[in-house]
T-cell receptor
Framework: QQQVKQSPQSLIVQKGGISIINCAYE??????FPWYQQFPGKGPALLIA?????SEKKEGRFTISFNKSAKQFSLHIMDSQPGDSATYFC???????????FGTGTKLQVIP | DTGVSQDPRHKITKRGQNVTFRCDPI?????LYWYRQTLGQGPEFLTY????????KSRLLSDRFSAERPKGSFSTLEIQRTEQGDSAMYLC???????????FGDGTRLSIL
């Protein structure tokens, strides 16, 4: 069963705009919430992660917002650039060994 | 480069053949994971090793699949009697203890003819 629901499936943003990707989770046992970025032919690369006791985390142009009561978290990419064009996955690890459940992915295209 | 390394990057084989993939994790990482990713989907967990012990296997891992990590370092994933549905990207990841995030390799793309 899908435990992490991600939207939208695809996103087109103008260069300089803000890209927003949302995820909702069901299981409250997740330990933290990372976002992965994947380029074609490459493995997922960790972009940014947030723990559930924090409501927001910012690293450069990337910000995660976390709403524990709504069981939702989102990724904001400020000043989006063509180089940001990739597929983004939200994820939720849990358990003693951090087995990761991934969302279905959002394909982002940033157009000049 | 000290990242997760996977070999081969691409494998094309005929249906019914056996294939084996190798993963070399980041050297100080004692946790190793295998995932499978099909086109347009997120990676799905297959199995997990803590050092040399295989501690969990997903239901996705049928009897035709076997994974090993003999000395707690590199790992191999073997698929016997490959089927069309096995075509996918097979990803390996590693991490250290605690809540440290997993680092992924670039995967082995398997194509079944």
């Amino acid at each position: 069963q899908q435990q992490v629901k991600q939207s939208p499936q695809s996103l087109i943003v103008q260069k300089g705009g803000i890209s927003i990707i949302n995820c909702a989770y069901e299981n409250t046992a997740f330990d933290y919430f990372p976002w992965y970025q994947q380029f074609p032919g490459k493995g997922p690369a960790l972009l940014i992660a947030i723990r559930p006791d924090v409501s927001e985390k910012k690293e450069g142009r990337f910000t995660i917002s976390f709403n524990k009561s709504a069981k939702q978290f989102s990724l904001h990419i400020m000043d989006s650039q063509p180089g940001d064009s990739a597929t983004y996955f939200c994820a939720a690890p849990r358990g003693g060994y951090q087995k990761v459940t991934f969302g279905t992915g959002t394909k982002l295209q940033v157009i000049p | 480069d000290t990242g997760v390394s996977q070999d081969p990057r691409h494998k094309i084989t005929k249906r019914g053949q056996n294939v084996t993939f190798r993963c070399d994790p980041i050297s100080e990482h004692n946790r190793l994971y295998w995932y499978r990713q099909t086109l347009g989907q997120g990676p799905e967990f297959l199995t997990y090793f803590q050092n040399e012990a295989q501690l969990e296997k997903s239901r996705l891992l049928s009897d035709r699949f076997s994974a090993e990590r003999p000395k707690g370092s590199f790992s191999t994933l073997e698929i016997q009697r490959t089927e069309q549905g096995d075509s996918a990207m097979y990803l390996c990841a590693s991490s250290s203890q605690g809540l440290e995030p997993q680092h992924f390799g670039d995967g082995t793309r398997l194509s079944i003819l």
